[in-house]
């Protein structure tokens, strides 16, 4: 390789360029800060809350097969539960629980419905199932569900849902609206 050879003029180019030099007396460097980093809050953990909180005061009479179900917390305005009832809420997610055991049922309904809240959904289809193959005619998920949607603290309001969507074996549930999206109405 040919070392190459600088011109006068490129050298004072670089020294105009580079302008005043000082020289380096040591030639280590320092790879610690003098200072240490600002301390950081450590991040709180997300508090687990059970979701079926709300105590009953009285558990709703057994429900039948054909039995038609409506619950309103206390503060809804009657005309937005005829709404729910007539079906005038877009539907936002929907989910089948006819077929399984109370148990199951209550871990999917119970993770299907924080995922709805989670996403702002605000009006479910929940299918239950009539519960013509249980025993003496008592409906199980249907009873549990009637339980579980009325302690659960993000559940409004609940009713039957039209023939066209299931009729007595489903249930539309209208959820209050999350924390983290109650603040995008206001810009509204």
């Known amino acids: 390789m040919t070392k190459k050879t600088t011109t006068p003029e490129e050298t004072t180019l670089f020294r105009e360029a580079v302008g005043k030099v000082k020289e380096i007396k040591a030639d280590t460097v320092i790879l610690r800060p003098n200072k240490s980093p600002p301390p950081r809050p450590k991040p709180k953990l997300p508090e687990i809350v059970d979701p079926l909180e709300i105590p009953l005061d009285d558990v709703p009479s057994r429900l039948f097969q054909e039995d038609q179900m409506l619950f309103a917390v206390p503060g809804v305005q009657k005309n937005v539960l005829k709404k729910l009832r007539k079906g005038h ?3 936002d997610a929907e989910i089948d629980l006819h077929g399984l055991s109370s148990r199951s049922a209550q871990s999917q309904l119970l993770n299907f ?4 809240v989670e996403k702002g959904c605000r009006c479910l289809l929940i299918i239950h ?3 013509y193959n249980s025993p003496d005619q008592l409906p199980v ?3 549990d569900i ?14 039957s849902a039209p023939r066209s969507h299931g009729g007595a074996g489903a249930l ?5 609206l999350s924390d983290k999206f ?7």
Do not use: E, M, T
């Not at 109650?182 to 509204?188: G, I, T, V």
């Open 172 to 176: 539309l549930v209208l959820l209050r």
């Open 129 to 131: 199932g009539k519960g």
């Open 89 to 91: 809420y877009d539907l």
């Open 141 to 143: 998920l249907k009873n």
């Open 113 to 116: 419905l924080h995922r709805c």
């Open 146 to 159: 009637n339980i579980w949607l009325r302690q659960h603290r993000d559940v409004l309001a609940f009713c």
């Open 182 to 188: 109650a603040d995008k109405d206001d810009d509204l």
